[in-house]
């Protein structure tokens, strides 16, 4: 979709809200303490970046998409949980399981619904070297 038209770092804010519609934007997330959010994707695309981001316990983040492909690039020590309602669309996951650490309760919990979509949420570790 071309040069993002919407680049954006949150670091002040707990909660995540995104709404794109018609769009392509790219975000770094570094919030310390993220509670997590609502993300809407409509004919758009949304690549948000958690790779410097912190949790405490489980948090959810809650997707509406339609027409749209969204990635979430999440840091290796987060266990990945999905409940989402698709409707032909795609869910990919590419996140193992971390290595049994003190961090194993940092869990993301991603919901919604997703119709004519695509999600994809990889681990950062992977996603770098992707980039190589």
Known sequence: MGTPTNSKHLQDSDYLNSSTFFVFEKR?????DFKGGKIKNVFGETTLDFSK???AGKITIDITQLFGEMTLVVPTSWRVETDLSQFLASLQVICPEPILTENIEKTLLVTGSSVFSSLNIVNAALMESLNR
């Open 53 to 55: 981001a912190d949790i």
């Open 28 to 32: 770094n997330v570094d919030c310390k």
